[in-house]
């Protein structure tokens, strides 16, 4: 192996190793700075304009919003934040990598089994530890928050999946199982936006193959009907999932109070209250770090009961950011911010191909009911995104040619 291969081998790996295990005694920052050097490394230069200007444009504003900010000590610290997914989108803008799309699939590959096994190993730390468990009482090895865990669970799942239909039969057979076991866990977790988006994507990925593939367009029906059932059916007898989707509806039954004993969603109150935080300063938002400020003053007016078992509770009792990647953002930075963000969101969907581009998908929904950008969890897997992003263009296919259909 030559040394620029040698080196990109390793720092990409180090970064796609350490992102899902996300140990608090070696950040997983550590490894994103060192797939960093390593792509400076090659010392191959090749400026991309479009995409040097909209990660400049994100870094400019999210500094520039410190300013106006009443709360600039915050403001700062979340600068410091988000500063990766700018950098990186930076960085890569200006550097080109040789075999970018091999060294895409391989860091992808190699997160997405990393995430299996830190996710395996959680699992039965917390079996041994507290028997069997649901969302409720996961422990999630104080690692990743469970919205950030289930998220990481299916952009692995959706990764690993491309290569199921290729002529090796073992080896398809061991990723399928790999893909259900990760699926499964994004049903303990339980996190309801992902239990609603899992089979929206399942069906439209699904529907891709048929098309791509009609020869096989009735095996890949029956096998998306036979997993759709088999997942169903796990969410309709486990008391975590089924329960989660009884909550959901009696939230759709009821804005305040409770239904047959169930509490309401915070959520409908921070994004009721969150609107009025955006209406004081729409264009140029309230500043970094000032957000969650000026939302707490406003919950202080909610006079909504929740409950917490048998224990009343209200949302000013808490610090809570707004659980929305684009109101947060709004809030903070305004308009402005907004379409910056949706920029480098379109951005990633459009040159990003196969599983990463699902991947944007993901985090395009999954960000209306999660700050994605408010916790580290949520930043460095979109760093982590830009980089392969940026490698791979959306010329080349994760996982290569398709092979056994």
């Keep these: 192996m030559q040394r620029d291969t040698i080196i990109l081998y390793y720092t990409g790996a180090a970064a796609a190793v350490l992102l899902p ?7 997983p920052v550590y ?6 050097i390593g792509v400076v ?22 500094i520039l919003s410190v300013f106006w900010s009443d709360y600039r000590s915050a403001g700062w610290a979340d600068v410091v934040m988000v500063l990766p997914i700018g950098l990186m989108g930076v960085l890569l803008s200006l550097f080109h990598t040789k075999n970018g799309a091999t060294w895409m699939t391989r860091w992808a590959e190699t997160f997405a089994w ?60 061991l990723r399928a199982v790999a893909v259900l076991w990760l699926l499964f866990g994004v049903i303990v977790l339980s996190a309801r936006i992902h239990l609603i988006l899992v089979p929206v994507l399942m069906l439209l990925r699904f529907a891709e193959l048929a098309w791509q593939h009609k020869e096989h367009r009735r095996f890949l029906i029956q ?11 796990f969410v309709a007898v486990m008391p975590g999932p089924s329960g989660r989707l009884v909550d ?13 004993g169930k509490q309401t969603n915070h959520r409908v109150f921070l994004w009721k209250y969150g609107l009025q935080v955006v209406q004081s300063s729409p264009w140029i938002g309230v500043g970094n770090g000032a957000g969650e400020e000026y939302l707490h003053e406003k919950l202080k007016t909610c006079k909504a009961t929740f409950y917490r078992g048998k224990q009343t509770y209200f949302l000013h009792e808490f610090k809570y950011d707004f659980h929305n990647i684009y109101l947060q953002s709004c809030a903070e ?9 949706i920029l480098i969101l379109g951005w990633g969907l459009w ?18 009911t999660e700050s994605l950008l408010d916790k580290q969890a949520g930043v460095l897997l979109i760093t982590f995104l830009v980089a392969l992003t940026a490698l791979g263009s959306r010329a080349t296919n994760l996982s290569g040619t398709d092979e056994g259909l």
């Excluded at 295990?21 to 950040?27: H, K, N, V």
């Excluded at 930075?333 to 963000?341: K, Q, S, T, Y």
């Excluded at 040159?351 to 209306?368: D, K, N, P």
């Design 333 to 341: 930075g305004g308009l402005i911010a907004v379409l910056i963000l």
């Design 248 to 260: 959901l509806r009696n939230e759709l039954r009821s804005i305040d109070g409770k239904v047959n």
């Design 114 to 173: 990393a995430t299996l096994v830190a996710w395996t190993f959680v699992f039965l730390d917390s079996i041994v530890s507290y028997g069997w468990v649901n969302y409720k009482s996961f422990d999630l090895g104080g690692r990743l928050g469970l919205h950030f865990q289930s998220l990481y669970l299916i952009i692995s799942a959706l990764i690993l999946e491309r290569k199921i239909w290729r002529k090796t039969y073992k080896l398809s057979v």
């Design 223 to 233: 096998t998306a009907a036979a997993v759709v059932i088999i997942l169903g059916s």
């Design 31 to 36: 490894g994103l700075i060192l797939l960093a």
């Design 41 to 62: 490394y090659t010392r191959q230069w090749s400026v991309k304009l479009v995409q040097v200007l909209v990660f400049t444009a994100f870094l400019a504003w999210q």
């Design 351 to 368: 040159f990003s191909h196969g599983a990463i581009r699902y991947a944007w998908i993901t985090i395009v929904f999954s960000g209306m």
């Design 21 to 27: 295990f996300a140990f608090e005694w070696l950040s």
